[in-house]
T-cell receptor, first 114, second 115 residues
């Protein structure tokens, strides 16, 4: 039974398009995250939500908009896609947001912008 | 601000040899430290974590890490490498500045295991 799932796994699209990535966790966690992993495998946090409230918003272009309809879901919408958005996007969740707890990661969504 | 440095982007060992992956951190508060492993085309999986309890932490798959405050290090070791250990390994520190947690990752170390 998948703990953190993401759809789609692969996403290939043209520059300028708008796309969404969905994330769901069935762990009952309060906190969810989006990370971006670039081509050199470097991982950087983008956003974090706790109980549907945005608590971390790193320096991310406002073309990226997260949405959390409920505690179990955190979706990522990207407008006007650019070549530099090509990366693997990981969703994660943890029980709380105080830093002691393990973060559980989804399998990732590989976004390719042509 | 918290940061993590992983020395060696690539490490290659023989099967059965000792694995040592190095991680140094910088933190203005007592750190929470993590090691994650990423197998090809998969998400990250926790190997072990340090949250101010015992300084020698044992994790899954025979890995362990020792927190050394004086050296600001949290190196990952495994006595005997297995072919299945080939993966990307990430050290991370929990940045609790501002009251909210976020993980700050090192650049990763790719471990290759050869027969």
């Amino acid at each position: 039974d998948t703990a953190v799932s993401q759809t789609p796994k692969y996403l290939v699209t043209q520059m300028g398009n708008d796309k969404s990535i969905k994330c769901e966790q069935n762990l009952g966690h309060d906190t969810m995250y989006w990370y971006k992993q670039d081509s050199k495998k470097f991982l950087k946090i983008m956003f974090s939500y706790n109980n549907k409230e945005l608590i971390i918003n790193e320096t991310v272009p406002n073309r990226f908009s997260p949405k959390s309809p409920d505690k179990a879901h955190l979706n990522l919408h990207i407008n006007s896609l650019e070549l530099g958005d090509s990366a693997v996007y990981f969703c994660a969740s943890s029980q709380d947001d105080r830093g002691r707890d393990e973060q559980f990661f989804g399998p990732g969504t590989r976004l390719t912008v042509l | 601000a918290q940061s993590v440095t992983q020395l060696g982007s690539h490490v290659s060992v023989s099967e059965g040899a000792l694995v040592l992956l190095r991680c140094n951190y910088s933190s203005s508060v007592p750190p929470y430290l993590f090691w994650y492993v990423q197998y090809p085309n998969q998400g990250l999986q926790l190997l072990l974590k340090y949250t101010s309890a015992a300084t020698l932490v044992k994790g899954i798959n025979g890995f362990e890490a020792e927190f050394k405050k004086s050296e600001t290090s949290f190196h990952l070791t495994k006595p005997s490498a297995h072919m299945s250990d080939a993966a990307e390994y990430f050290c991370a520190v929990s940045d609790r500045a501002g009251g909210y947690n976020k993980l700050i990752f090192g650049a990763g170390t790719r471990l290759a295991v050869h027969p």
